[in-house]
């Protein structure tokens, strides 16, 4: 039986442009896959973008749509373009230009999690790459198409908030020496995904909150906000990388004890991106 792709849950009254996806962090291990896996559940869980779905799941309330991923990382990689096959780990597959993402066995179906860790012992087949690229990535982009679309059509504009979760020691050598760490990243190509106005606009969000916010460094967006940061067509897509320090144990991978105060602290910067898509705030981003 089909795994569902993904899961979408639609305000009662879509009021602004701005969509909410999280592609990481999507957890059904289903038994044939970890079987097959060379990792234990925790180990292979490591580069999921744990909880960040549920820090992010209010965001109908406030009038945006919420798109959360079904299959995990380790499993297909909805943030990486469905070609970026890696020969190391499909059988069949041809090497092409270097690609850094799939040389590094971080291809659309992973070779490997956080910290290099194999997920396989051998090679799958070509056949089963294509399958998961069929039933799960391109479901998921279809509807995160869709969503974008229908943004268009309702408010002449899309914002597309990328949400993910990165692992505290990827901190370790962002901002000045001895200073403290960065809670949140900001990715946005480096003005190439979306307008300054959004961007501003967004990093004001986190910032009210004391959270402590760069741009781009060390994550400037991958797959997604290339793909679909379009800001000279009214449509910007926005990365969001938050430690996960923050909220969670990240060698358990369990919700912190301050989760849900968390939680509701996201929740105020959810309703204030969710603004800046609303029809009256559009005319003003676009003076």
């Known amino acids: ?25 999507g957890r ?18 490591s580069s999921e973008d744990a909880f960040v779905d549920r820090l992010f799941d209010m965001a109908p309330v406030h009038g945006a749509p919420f798109l959360s991923a079904g299959a995990p990382r380790a499993f297909v990689d909805l943030n990486r373009a469905s070609d970026e096959l890696d020969p190391a780990l499909i059988e069949g597959v041809r090497r092409v230009a270097h690609s850094p993402r799939i040389a ?24 089963e790459a294509q399958a998961r690229i069929a039933g799960f990535w391109r479901p998921y982009h279809d509807m995160l198409q869709t969503l974008i679309e229908e943004s268009h059509s309702l408010f002449d504009e899309a914002i597309l908030i990328d949400c993910h979760s990165m692992p505290h020691e990827a901190l370790e050598n962002v901002g000045p020496a ?22 501003e606009r967004i990093e004001s969000a986190f910032s009210a909150t004391g959270l402590r916010v760069v741009r781009n460094m060390p994550f400037a967006g991958a797959y997604i906000t290339q793909h679909y940061g379009r800001p000279s067509r009214r449509q910007h897509a926005v990365q969001i990388e938050i430690d996960r320090a923050l909220y969670m144990n990240e060698r358990t991978i369990q919700p912190a004890a301050g989760f849900h105060a968390f939680r ?3 929740e105020s910067v959810v309703a204030e991106i ?8 559009i005319r003003v981003a676009a003076e």
């Open 104 to 127: 590094s066995g971080l291809g659309v179906i992973p070779r490997v999690v956080a910290n290099g860790r194999p997920i396989y012992r051998g090679k799958i087949s070509y056949d």
């Open 178 to 199: 001895g200073g403290p760490r960065p809670d949140v990243v900001i990715g946005d190509r480096f003005g190439a995904a979306a307008s300054a106005t959004v961007v």
């Open 264 to 266: 509701k602290l996201i």
């Open 28 to 45: 059904d291990y289903h038994a044939g896959f970890l079987q097959r896996a060379a990792l234990d559940t925790q180990a292979i869980r």
């Open 274 to 281: 969710s603004a800046i898509g609303r029809p009256d705030e």
């Open 1 to 25: 039986m089909q795994r569902p792709p993904f899961v979408l849950t639609r305000p009662g009254m879509r009021n602004t442009s701005v969509i909410f996806a999280s592609p990481h962090s």
